[in-house]
């Protein structure tokens, strides 16, 4: 398999978010120098971006929106539904589940995993709520391969090597912490406290 750099990725998933919109807006071809725009991407990046989904040359009046949107889409996930699970449905594990619900067809979050009795056997915005004891067991009859961690920082480890070896090959993670996992997992950190103060430092400095 041909290994794309991590930034082409993010790229694709803004070119898709982007195409998303103009396609619900009824337009029909884009110039890559447009898309480039619109997506605070480079022309070039952009058609180079698009040589690796399968696209390659400039038509004359520009990419098909429709087309291009479905290439990028199967090129990032190939599977028709992706099955996901989401640990510790606290405010914003409940959150999350209505935020993906709305974004993305393709993403599904099939169960949710919790330790509070008070939590556990009811469902939020249509997703059953599991005790976090048969997580496991979950896992490896539905081969689910992607979780979402939303518990408190001082259970994320635990939650995490016991999802690894279950087989876990994908975490997004929402504490603080940093994950020690084995090296066939992916991680991707989603600490909103680090992007805030991000911001508030560029406010204050640029
Ligand atoms: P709420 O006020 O609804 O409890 P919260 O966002 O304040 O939500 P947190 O303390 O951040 O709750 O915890 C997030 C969720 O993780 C909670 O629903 C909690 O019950 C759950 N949780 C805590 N520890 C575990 C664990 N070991 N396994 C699974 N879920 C856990």
Known sequence: MIKIAENTIKRLIVYKKELNRLKAEGKKFIYSHVLAALS?????????????????GSPAHGYSVKELESSISDFLCSSRQVKVILIGIGNLGRAIIDYCHKQNPKIAISSAFDIDPNKINKEYHGVYCFHIDTARNYVIENEIKVAIITVPDSEAQTIATALSDAGIRGILNFTPGRLRVPENVYVENADMMLYLEKVIYFVQNV
Request: glycine fraction near 12%.
């Open 40 to 56: 605070g991407s480079q022309p070039h990046l952009v058609r180079r971006d698009l040589m690796a989904v399968g696209y390659s």
